[in-house]
């Protein structure tokens, strides 16, 4: 019997404990041998099924040489940080779902399993239950990943759908969105883009094998996306998503960024509603490659992490990661088309960025340029009353 | 350096060793050295860039201690067959795309690869350059696979791809993806489904861990699919699919065919378009799954083999497949919708099958039944003029 604990009896540390037992049979046959919960972590005790397994005493899990794999659903950076060093350090494997401390600590904590030779697995946070990290690391090996850009959180993508859907406004389409336990009471991390650049950090980090820092990825969330620009997207034959996007540069470097875009119908994206996820990977002989599925949810990413849990009491091989940060690419260095709509006519639009195609015209403008860098669409709007400026997915 | 060996020179064969030079250093940056091809078996010489490379004797890729890894695309199962044994016997790990070889033999050369602890590797069987069987037997290993079903061939999506969207006939849409180098001069395999069929085998040999052979599984293509049909459809919301499937039977048995189907606008699938293939897994705990690409080619066919031998190289875990096929069920035990067309009136339809869905009458009549078995569709069409009967995906 393989024995694992838990740190943290939240949505994921509770589906974990799920899964374990209703997969029972499954993860045996699959393994040769069962698996089974030895102990949970919590703050405070309280009743229920998992009653007799929990303990407030990190050192009890940490010390206990049975216990070979800990899985850290604690979440931000804190005593999650701290323990998932200690049971590295103690030789103990550990699975996570926290996209927050692999973002910021991944490669550090990649060394430490390396040096004591255990593993730190995290597909769960990334995509939740879509398999896209061990895609991307083994399946796709052999490929010079030159892009990844996809719809990261679900939040965002759902009250998306219901702007265009429904016609509702971004305040009531979260308000629903929170009603329906989709979004939390603050909803800051999710609509400002900021969970999804964690994730887009540690797509970058993998495909690239550079850390990519949260803090030099600039992160734009939909709070400020105006129905206007959705209703002409969309009847020019866009629709508009919230990506993260982390590309390969010329000459070697690398960039990254979240922002809502303008995706053509024909894209495979422009479907992904709700709170769907999908992960676009772009590679020189694969071509582009699509993952998706339920990027959160309970038993999803619970049964992400229990994957996990088993691939670590099974092989392992490293995952290349280096610590070494630089080039990374400001991504307003990157050309692309853009959605603008000014305050202003066709010739405010045409004197400052030349020919343009026109969406829609009534006193406001809203028009396409030509593929040009963010730098260039930024000085060019100089002078011009810009309502919104988003970039399109070509 | 890791020496490999690629048997066969054609599509596939070409590929591999354009990747394995092409991205080189890639490479050599994840397995911590450089690989190199060190032969290729072909039956007749010919000049070009691989000539140095080339043998027509396989006793000396067999016996050569160098070369630790073969690469098998000569295809079908004749010699194919025979090599493959011999390398894994010789202890060479053997990387393929054959899927009709994996299809009928892989279950017996995967237990040679255990037996003599080297790896029989064929991500590029199924979905070409798409990851779906290592995320399947590992991502998703937590979960209790439900249910598969996927566009499987990108011959026979192009074809109805070209129908739907341009009202053409199946026999000049075949000519055209013929012309376009989609369809081989004997497109049998492709529009017959006997492709889609082997590849639906594999998925679900590799998903229930018991042998499905391919001639249970009935197959049927689109060779007689009519136009009128996918204009019925589209006006009721639905597009036509082949689709692979195979699904766990309550009891513990499992099903596999091909056939076309209906699928609702708001499902994925129906937006997979041209030559793009995609699979959707369904596991207990994850929910669906969709993974989307290219699904053949030279180069994603190609980078998919290659990953194999970087991961043949590096570590393995064993796969789970048991040459025991009971518990295969006959599919037309599957409860679905149906879509069918009569000649005849909604009285005709209704003496039949009760209440149904109309969605055309005009002398014909087609409709949607409710959710019945197969062999129940049959039963009640005995004694209707049927035209059309397909599947709706639910």
Redesign the interface.
């Known amino acids: 019997m393989i024995k694992i604990a838990i740190m943290g009896l939240g949505t994921v540390g509770t589906?974990v404990a799920k899964?374990v037992a209703?997969?029972a049979?499954?993860?045996e046959?699959?393994l040769g041998e069962g698996l089974e919960v030895k102990a949970i972590l919590v703050r405070h005790f309280k009743d229920g099924p998992y009653r007799q397994l929990m303990t407030d005493d990190f050192e009890k899990i940490v010390s206990d040489p049975e216990i070979r794999v800990v899985v850290e659903t604690i979440g931000g950076t804190g005593s999650a940080y701290e323990y998932t060093k200690r049971a590295l350090e103690a030789g103990k494997h550990v699975v996570t779902a926290n996209k927050q401390l692999v973002a910021e600590k991944g490669c550090e904590l990649l060394a430490l399993a390396a040096k004591k030779k255990v593993s730190y697995l995290f597909?769960a946070s990334v995509g939740g239950?879509?398999?896209v990290l061990?895609?991307l690391k083994?399946?796709?090996?052999?490929?010079?990943i030159e892009e990844i850009y996809g719809i990261l959180n679900g939040t965002t993508n759902y009250i998306l759908t219901r702007m265009v859907t429904t016609g509702a406004f971004f305040s009531d389409a979260l308000r629903e969105a929170q009603t329906k336990g989709y979004a939390e009471a603050d909803p800051t991390a999710d609509v400002e883009g900021i969970d999804a650049g964690r994730k887009t950090c540690i797509l970058a980090d993998l495909a690239f094998?550079h850390q990519v820092k949260p803090e030099s990825v600039p992160m734009e969330g939909i709070s400020k996306l105006s129905l206007r620009d959705v209703k002409i997207a969309e009847r020019a034959g866009y629709r508009i998503k919230l990506l993260g996007r982390t590309v390969r540069m010329p000459g070697g470097g690398r960039s990254a960024y979240v922002a809502p875009h303008l995706i053509p119908e024909?894209n495979?994206l422009a479907?992904?509603?709700d709170v769907f996820n999908a992960v676009v990977v772009r590679?020189?002989?694969?071509?582009?490659?699509?993952?998706?599925?339920?990027g959160a949810?309970e038993?999803?990413t619970?049964?992400?992490?229990?994957?996990d849990?088993?691939?670590a009491v099974?092989?392992?091989?490293s995952t290349?990661w280096s610590a070494d940060d630089s080039g990374f690419v400001d991504p307003r260095e990157l050309h692309t088309r853009f959605y603008i709509r000014i305050e202003g006519s066709l010739t405010d639009a045409a004197m400052s960025f030349g020919q343009v195609e026109v969406l829609s015209e009534d006193g406001e403008t809203a028009f396409l340029t030509d593929r040009i860098s963010g730098y260039d669409a930024m000085e060019k709007s100089t002078g011009l009353n810009v309502l919104a400026c988003m970039r399109v997915l070509a």
Chains 1, 2 share one sequence.
Request: net charge negative.
């Open positions: 589906g899964v209703e997969n049979k499954q993860i046959q699959k597909e239950g879509i398999p061990h895609p083994e399946c796709l090996a052999a490929n010079r094998g024909e495979p479907h992904v509603e590679g020189n002989a694969t071509g582009e490659v699509m993952f998706y599925g339920k949810g038993m999803p619970a049964s992400a992490c229990v994957s849990v088993m691939e099974t092989s392992r091989s290349g």
